[in-house]
Every structure is written in structure tokens, then in C-alpha cells.
T-cell receptor, first 112, second 115 residues
């Protein structure tokens, strides 16, 4: 069965610190990989995506993610956290016929 | 460009009552999805439409949930009768569809509370 695993349901960092949110997927074929962000009482919006080509992908708001096939991972990072980054982050992988599976999410808390 | 529209934003009902949610996708988007997001969990796919046909409804509890997408545009999701465990946010998303995976565009969701 296809699955998407996000380690750590809550991550807390200080403002200015490195953000690292983990995502691992199960797949037997080269994947497409997405990160979405959800602010309170809002829908999800695309942060970044990997399709083909460069394995380091840059997204909005200074976030980036690196596709590592050998580790089946697509971890999300940001060098310096900002208060406005506080939100919930979801990793998503589309499988057959664009059926998107989402991870369980990681809530990022940024402390002043 | 208008985004994905959903209504109502909030709904409170008692168990065994019925409820309907409406979604208007982005113009030209062939694929429409309904997701259920229970508090503390990631979105779970309920049903996926391609134009007005169902691509996948394997996780839709068909004894109480139904969905349709007439004319391949708007969609409604109905729950009848509702159970306590149906309390969740129902997210509608749309995308350009077929071929390589395309970005999903989400509405703001419809939050259902079943008492």
C-alpha cells in the first residue's frame, strides 16, 4: 500500500532557527512530491513540488526540499524561521490517476 | 482568477440529520476532489471526479455519503444520516487533471460539527 509518513506531529523552533520537517514515502516508481501549507481556518496551498530534474526544489517563503531517492525522503527545510511560518505542513504524493495521498501533517510552532 | 469556492463554511447539525456541501472549482479544471480532514489528521480522499465521471470513490462511505458532479463543473457532497464521527472539515480541491500530476487548488473548506 502506498503511504506518506511525516515524523513529528509538532515541531517547535525559535525565530531565526533552522526548520526541518520530515517526509518519507513508499513507492516503487519515481515519484512526484508536493508540500502544502495550511494556515488556521484556511485551505491548503502549494509550497513547492518536485516533478523531474533538479532534486533540490525551492518554494515560496524561503522553503526548499530535497528529493533523495535512496532514502525515499522529501524533507522540507528553511534556514531561518519567521513567526509567520507557524502553520501546519503536509507532504503529499500522487499515485494512480493523480490520486493524492497526504501525510498526517506537522504543526510548526515558532517561538519569539 | 477565482479560486475554489465552497459553502457553507460552517455547519452544526445533530446526529441522524442530513447535510450538503457545495463546491465550485476553478474554471477549466477537469478533476475535482472531496477530502475529509479530521482534526489532527491529514486530508483523506473521499471521491475523485474527472469531468462528470467518478475516478475513485473507494473510501467514500456509500451507505451515508453521496456526491455528484453534474455537467462536470459544480459538485455537491451529501451526508445522510450524519454520525458523530463525521465531524470534520470537508475540503474540495480541483486541478487541471490528466497526465502528469498537477497542483491541487483547495477551497477554504466546510467545517461540520455533528452533535
Amino acid at each position: 500500500a502506498q503511504s506518506v509518513t511525516q515524523l513529528g506531529s509538532h515541531v517547535s523552533v525559535s525565530e531565526g532557527a533552522l526548520v526541518l520537517l520530515r517526509c518519507n514515502y513508499s513507492s516503487s516508481v519515481p515519484p512526484y512530491l508536493f508540500w502544502y501549507v495550511q494556515y488556521p481556518n484556511q485551505g491548503l496551498q502549494l509550497l513547492l513540488k518536485y516533478t523531474t530534474g533538479a532534486t533540490l526544489v525551492k518554494g515560496i517563503n524561503g522553503f526548499e526540499a530535497e528529493f533523495k531517492k535512496s532514502e525515499t525522503s522529501f524533507h522540507l527545510t528553511k534556514p531561518s524561521a519567521h513567526m509567520s511560518d507557524a502553520a501546519e505542513y503536509f507532504c503529499a504524493v500522487p499515485y494512480n490517476f493523480n490520486k493524492f495521498y497526504f501525510g498526517s501533517g506537522t504543526k510548526l510552532n515558532v517561538k519569539p | 482568477e477565482a479560486g475554489v469556492a465552497q459553502s457553507p463554511r460552517y455547519k452544526i447539525i445533530e446526529k441522524r440529520q442530513s447535510v450538503a456541501f457545495w463546491c465550485n472549482p476553478i474554471s477549466g479544471h477537469a478533476t475535482l476532489y472531496w477530502y475529509q480532514q479530521i482534526l489532527g489528521q491529514g486530508p483523506k480522499l473521499l471521491i475523485q471526479f474527472q469531468n462528470n465521471g467518478v475516478v475513485d470513490d473507494s473510501q467514500l462511505p456509500k451507505d451515508r455519503f453521496s456526491a455528484e458532479r453534474l455537467k462536470g463543473v459544480d459538485s455537491t457532497l451529501k451526508i445522510q444520516p450524519a454520525k458523530l464521527e463525521d465531524s470534520a472539515v470537508y475540503l474540495c480541491a480541483s486541478s487541471l487533471g490528466t497526465g502528469i500530476p498537477r497542483e491541487l487548488f483547495f477551497g477554504e473548506g466546510s467545517r461540520l460539527t455533528v452533535l
